[in-house]
């Protein structure tokens, strides 16, 4: 929104327009101030084994660094339409609850074509009522598909904005005050040529559109100064990462600056990055390293919005965060620690089958002031060296499998809010990757920086 919840009740006490009835309707979150992330999305996977059409939520205390909910299973699945979603976008509106909308589509088949949207209503994004769809235009064999949304100021309305094809690829927008009834559709951006995935954010007296332009394959950034239809001028440049990028997700932090995310399909499917910039209005956007973020697993092009610490709280409270982790590379940061064929090893993120490289971190099965790595995908069976190389096997049960199954965490060898795993019967050696495959080999704060990076990770759900 243009105006945090905050400032905006601070000026309409200002005009004597608030009273303490109204504060009382709100949700406390309507003026709270925003210190953490909520992200909406469903889940896709390179050879679509943990394709997942329903509704999935994570939370972020800084925005980049994301825990998966639920298991990162679903917490809501459309039961009308197509019975499927693609394209969550979760929106507080100005009463500070929250709106999830989402594309009427299961699976990838593009040419079954909806005039509808699903919508729920929340309040706190701990539970889902109101479950609905909405006819958002009359077109026949049109497509409904990537919805934003924003509140218009000038109308006194909400704009829900989404890709259709009315004689070429174009955005358009309905306006709305509840989400219920929608008016009628109106072309909202036509630039001269096919458009997708628009993002529509609105600060100060700016309107941001951000959008996919079909002709170049590239992510481009509009703006108005009215936010009105037909009215927008790109003023970036082009912006890809990956070989095929679309669904710009375009975030204003809570502590300032702001982020565009991208969902990169090619080389492979379901690989997101990000740039920033700390001011929207330039043409300076920056790429993130990968070492700098972590998106939930297996996430397709979701939607991002701030949350209080209570909301935070209460989302992990009712969903409940992963019972498994992941360990990423921190000199190559797209790469997991994964399974394969009772091997330990070291491949880029995303692979199938995914649940490879999903680790139950339990106490060390030799010490329990260690840990100790179970597959999730073949419980019972753990990592562990042998001959100084790490495999997966099952535990026997003997002293030597438990020994060396038995990891010390440490600080990071190479970065000290990293972690790095001593093992723990032979305390001169640490898990490291080499040439992609993982081993222990005797490591020190005084061995070469890139042997030490080798032996560092992150630990992340």
Not at 284 to 291: F, H, I, K, V
Not at 296 to 302: Q, V
Not at 379 to 400: C, M, Q, V
Request: hydrophobic residues 35%; neutral net charge.
């Amino acid at each position: 929104m243009a105006i945090s919840r905050r400032a905006l009740i601070k000026a309409v006490a200002a005009s004597g327009a608030l009273t303490a009835a109204t504060v009382a309707g709100l949700p406390g979150a309507a003026w709270a101030a925003n210190t953490a992330y909520a992200m909406a999305y469903f889940t896709e996977t390179p050879n679509f084994q943990g394709a997942d059409y329903g509704l999935h939520l994570a939370v972020s205390r800084d925005g980049l660094n994301w825990t998966p909910l639920n298991q990162n299973n679903p917490v809501v699945t459309p039961t009308q339409g197509q019975l499927g979603l693609r394209d969550p976008f979760v929106f507080r509106k100005q009463d500070g609850r929250f709106v999830v909308l989402a594309t009427d589509l299961k699976g990838t088949n593009f040419g079954l074509n909806s005039q509808y949207l699903h919508v729920w209503d929340s309040t706190d994004l701990t539970s889902f009522t109101g479950y609905r769809r909405i006819r958002m235009h009359t077109l026949p064999n049109s497509h409904t598909w990537a919805p934003t949304a924003f509140w218009d100021a000038n109308r006194g309305q909400y704009a829900i904005v989404y890709s259709c094809n009315s004689g070429g690829d174009v955005l358009m927008v309905n306006y709305t005050s509840d989400f219920v009834t929608v008016g009628p559709q109106q072309v909202f951006f036509s630039p001269g040529f096919g458009v997708l995935d628009g993002d529509v954010v609105v600060d100060g007296g700016t309107t941001y559109l951000y959008y996919k332009n079909l002709s170049t394959g590239l992510l481009y950034g509009a703006r108005s100064s009215t936010g009105a239809p037909n009215s927008f001028t790109t003023y970036t440049s082009g912006l890809r990462q990956g070989s095929a990028i679309e669904a710009p997700l375009l975030v204003k932090n809570n502590d300032g600056g702001w982020r565009l995310w991208g969902d990169s399909f090619s080389p492979v499917n379901a690989d997101y990055y990000i740039w920033s910039t700390p001011t929207i209005g330039g043409n300076s956007w920056t790429a993130l390293n990968q070492r700098d973020y972590t998106p939930p697993l297996n996430a397709k092009h979701g939607s991002i919005v701030g949350i209080s610490d209570a909301e935070y709280n209460a989302m992990v409270s009712r969903w409940g965060a992963p019972n498994w982790v992941r360990l990423k590379s921190s000199n190559l940061p797209d790469y997991v620690v994964r399974h394969s064929n009772g091997v330990g090893r070291l491949d880029p993120y995303p692979f199938d089958p995914y649940q490879d490289q999903m680790w139950r971190m339990v106490p060390g099965l030799a010490d329990s002031a260690g840990v100790s790595f179970e597959s999730v995908n073949r419980p019972g069976n753990f990592l562990r060296h042998y001959n100084y190389a790490i495999r997966l096997d099952a535990n026997d049960g003997t002293s030597t499998f438990r020994a060396d199954a038995t990891f010390h965490r440490t600080a990071g060898l190479a970065d000290g809010a990293w972690t790095s795993f001593r093992s723990y019967n032979f305390p001169d050696r640490y898990l490291r990757h080499a040439n992609n495959l993982l081993r222990i080999d005797p490591l020190s704060s005084g061995s070469p920086l890139s042997d030490r990076q080798d032996a560092t990770f992150r630990i992340t759900p």
